[in-house]
């Protein structure tokens, strides 16, 4: 069976996080990092979902998990070691039509998640649909030592000229020929080094044929 892969808006949805040992910290904080509201569901917190508590980062409901607590959320993640609980959460996700993520049991999952490297915006996500986790994360190791911090920058200066290539070019091959110029710019040399301006120079001067005369500056914020 192949799974339709996809990115998921989570600013402000309210997600569930059921467990609160060290598993459901790292859950917790991965939905933190992408925006969303964030409760846990259990009797005792480790220390340091206790202190995202305090902070006031997410909101705890200490007791055991009850049906209720998946209204209104968008998504759950189950993070503990009772089968009988992830069963309990499972009914109740599919009948609310929650997403549900129940960690090391693929068979209760609604969807997985990836491995996934991040530099900047720039995320590159791997995916064994639950057969073998391990795996996944010997390719993001991989994958991290492959694609560096330069890439961060890199898409921003991408996507500051391509949205001035779609203004200015109203042709659809024109602009898909002038993206492919910029991605043949020889900058991530320049990124890795830490020279910024003379990266964003390289761009324009790559994108010059569409741009014009605006590419001549090449030090422009």
């Known amino acids: 069976m192949h799974l339709y892969s996809l990115c998921l808006k989570l600013q402000g949805a309210r997600c569930v996080v059921i467990g609160g040992g060290n598993v459901a910290r790292r859950k917790a904080a991965s939905l933190l990092?992408?925006?969303?509201?964030?409760?846990?569901?259990?009797?005792?917190?480790?220390r340091e979902l206790e202190d995202r508590v305090e902070s006031g980062e997410i909101k705890a409901v200490r007791r055991e998990f009850e049906p209720e607590d998946l209204r209104g959320a968008r998504l759950a993640i189950a993070a503990t070691n009772n089968r009988a609980?992830?069963?309990?959460?499972?009914?109740?996700?599919r009948r609310m039509g929650v997403l549900l993520n129940v960690v090391d049991v693929p068979e209760l999952c609604d969807f997985y998640v990836p491995a996934s490297v991040r530099r900047g915006r720039l995320e590159i996500a791997v995916s064994t649909t639950g057969a073998f986790p391990?795996?996944?994360?010997?390719l993001r190791i991989e994958l991290e030592s492959r694609f560096g911090r330069e890439y961060g920058p890199y898409l921003e200066l991408l996507e500051q000229l391509r949205e001035e290539i779609k203004a200015r070019v109203s042709d659809a091959d024109e602009r898909n020929r002038a993206e492919e110029a910029l991605l043949e710019a020889p900058v991530l040399e320049a990124l890795a080094q830490g020279k910024l301006e003379e990266a964003r120079g390289l761009l324009r001067e790559a994108a010059s044929p569409w741009l014009g005369n605006r590419a001549s500056g090449g030090d422009e914020g």
């Open 33 to 46: 990092e992408c925006g969303a509201q964030v409760t846990v569901i259990s009797p005792e917190l480790c």
């Open 85 to 93: 609980v992830n069963e309990t959460v499972s009914e109740a996700a």
């Open 134 to 138: 391990a795996l996944a994360k010997k």
